[in-house]
């Protein structure tokens, strides 16, 4: 069964400390794992990867792929307070071939 | 471009009233979808469609129907609303396509409250 495990599922971090968030997955057949943001409304897109063991970046957020060990890590260096969301990971899979999500993390970061 | 509306925004209804959520994307996209999220259950997709004209059932389908009658909007419709139906339901799209292509963008959500 298609499914996705994050860990932790919440976490307290004061400002500028670096917080990893862990993305663990089944799936039949892999096309790719993306990364999402949700604040307050709709989850925004922050990364996609597909391939093993190449980092995606974008200023303090940072994400890599294992494809072996089937997981995934999402780092944020020098968190801001702006950085609480729940942030939630997905991957392609399922017999619909839609996303399959985590439960998410929920990180809140104290001034 | 506006990229993916939802209307409305809040709503309440009684128990067994009905009602129809709209989604609309501007991006001309193929694929669209409808999720509910609960507390401490995520993401669950309901319905989706993979083109004008199609619809499919997803993993939590019943209570719910849906139409895709032109490209761009996507109806989610509760016939006889129930309390378990209390949720925010997410519509999204994405386009036909492998790879970024496939990355899928959010309405910004519908709360329902049933009671």
């Known amino acids: 069964e298609d499914k996705v495990v994050q860990s932790p599922l919440s976490l307290v971090v004061h400002e500028g400390d670096t917080v990893t968030l862990n993305c663990s997955y089944e799936v039949t057949n892999f096309r790719s794992l993306l990364w999402y943001k949700q604040e307050k409304k709709a989850p925004t897109f922050l990364f996609m990867l597909t391939s093993s063991g190449i980092e995606k970046k974008s200023g303090r957020l940072s994400s890599i792929l294992d494809k072996k060990e089937l997981f995934s890590i999402l780092n944020i260096t020098a968190t801001q307070t702006g950085d609480s969301a729940v942030y939630l990971c997905?991957?392609?899979?399922?017999?619909?071939?839609?996303?399959?999500f985590g439960k998410g993390t929920k990180l809140s970061v104290k001034p | 471009n506006a990229g993916v509306t939802q209307t409305p925004k809040f709503r309440v209804l009684k128990t067994g009233q009905s009602m129809t959520l709209l989604c609309a994307q501007d991006?001309?996209?193929?694929?669209m979808y409808w999720y509910r999220q609960d507390p401490g259950m995520g993401l669950r997709l309901i319905h989706y469609s993979v083109g004008e004209g199609t619809t499919a059932k997803g993993e939590v389908p019943d209570g719910y129907n849906v139409s895709r009658l032109k490209k761009q909007n996507f109806l989610l419709g509760l016939e006889s609303a129930a309390p378990s139906q209390t949720s925010v339901y997410f519509c999204a799209s994405r386009d036909l396509g492998q790879g970024a292509r496939e990355t899928q963008y959010f309405g910004p959500g519908t709360r329902l409250l049933v009671l």
């Open positions: 991006m001309n996209h193929e694929y």
């Open positions: 997905a991957h392609y899979g399922g017999s619909q071939g839609n996303l399959i």
